[in-house]
Nanobody
Framework: QVQLVESGGGLVQAGGSLRLSCAAS????????MGWFRQAPGKEREFVAA????????YYVDSVKGRFTISRDNAKNTVYLQMNNLKPEDTAVYYC?????????????WGQGTQVIVSS
């Protein structure tokens, strides 16, 4: 079983940037497809981005394309989400997740989340 711990959230002004990190421990990190999800207050959790075990394939929700970049460092057992040109609607708790299938899921392990607040 893999354990996931997110970090890097915080308060940022609109137009600013943040880099989220997700450190994994447990079973082999390269076994996993990794994803980032977010949940805004009063809304359902939504998919943000995913990356294949090799890092060669990525996928994004349309609302973040061109602004967010997902990457991974398998030597460090870490996945990242670089978020640029942040907007107030990006405000949410961001979760990383691990799966063993397609980029679309399913995901079976989740971190505790890190809060991102974007002020206008």
């Amino acid at each position: 079983q893999v354990q996931l711990v997110e970090s890097g959230g915080g308060l940022v002004q609109a137009g600013g940037s943040l880099r989220l990190s997700c450190a994994a421990s447990g079973r082999s990190f390269t076994s996993y497809t990794m994803g980032w999800f977010r949940q805004a207050p009063g809304k359902e959790r939504e998919f943000v981005a995913a990356i294949s075990w090799s890092g060669h394939t990525t996928y994004y929700v349309d609302s973040v394309k061109g602004r967010f970049t997902i990457s991974r460092d398998n030597a460090k057992n870490t996945v990242y989400l670089q978020m640029n040109n942040l907007k107030p609607e990006d405000t949410a708790v961001y979760y990383c997740a691990a799966g063993v299938g397609a980029l679309s899921g399913p995901y079976h392990a989740w971190g505790q989340g890190t809060q991102v607040i974007v002020s206008s």
